[in-house]
């Protein structure tokens, strides 16, 4: 369990604590350090607790543990584990070219709770849609993939900055940094997750798994 809910953990029942102190003995919030008592107990404390579950629910979102606790996303977590190196995400992840515990995030920095406003309210969408409404069969993103997510660790590396593909035109590199051609793009790094063709791969077994 992670240090910061143990943290929340303990600031709410410090807070139960006091509360039960305070039910027991109503007449204590007579005096001047009783009401201050009687106020931290019920709203600094509380307040305390609250921001410190979200802090600590925020950095856990990031897991990929947590991303593939959702029952949609248990094929894209199977594809991470595809043994063939034309999957990128696969490739990425079983060689830890992004962390392991975070790939998800990794290459979705943009998604939901860390993007933009729209993208914060397609999260609470996502969530009405889950528990209330109707998953559908197949799911998109809302808009094309952006080379930023592959740019913040591609950019600068040797491989990336001179790699024959990358460099075969003049003009190719740079409208990869512009993100005006795509690195998904047809004959380039276009098999992704794939996950509607599972069942016709092998999968890479994890060592200890």
Request: charge should be positive; glycine fraction near 6%.
């Amino acid at each position: 369990m992670h240090a910061l809910t143990f943290a929340v953990a303990g600031v709410t029942l410090i807070g139960f604590a006091l509360a039960l102190v305070l039910m027991a003995r109503p007449t204590f919030t007579a005096a001047p350090l009783g009401r201050i008592f009687a106020f931290a107990a019920l709203f600094v404390i509380p307040l305390f607790a609250v921001v410190l579950g979200v802090s600590d629910h925020i950095e856990n979102s990031k897991r990929t543990s947590f991303c593939l606790s959702c029952h949609t996303m248990e094929p894209y977590g199977r594809s991470l584990l595809v043994d063939d190196r034309s999957y990128i995400p696969a490739v990425h992840h079983q060689n830890h070219l992004v962390p392991s515990e975070s790939t998800c995030f990794t290459c979705h920095t943009d998604y939901t709770l860390y993007g933009d406003v729209s993208a914060k309210m397609r999260g609470l969408r996502h969530v009405y849609v889950y528990y209330l409404g109707t998953i559908p069969a197949r799911i998109k993103l809302y808009k094309p993939y952006n080379n930023r997510e592959c740019l913040h660790c591609h950019r600068g590396a040797r491989s990336f900055e001179e790699g024959a593909t990358h460099t075969i035109e003049k003009e190719t590199i740079a409208k990869i940094k512009s993100n005006q051609l795509s690195c998904l793009s047809s004959g380039c790094h276009e098999t992704v997750h794939n996950v509607h063709n599972l069942k016709d791969v092998s999968m890479w077994k994890e060592e200890g798994k």
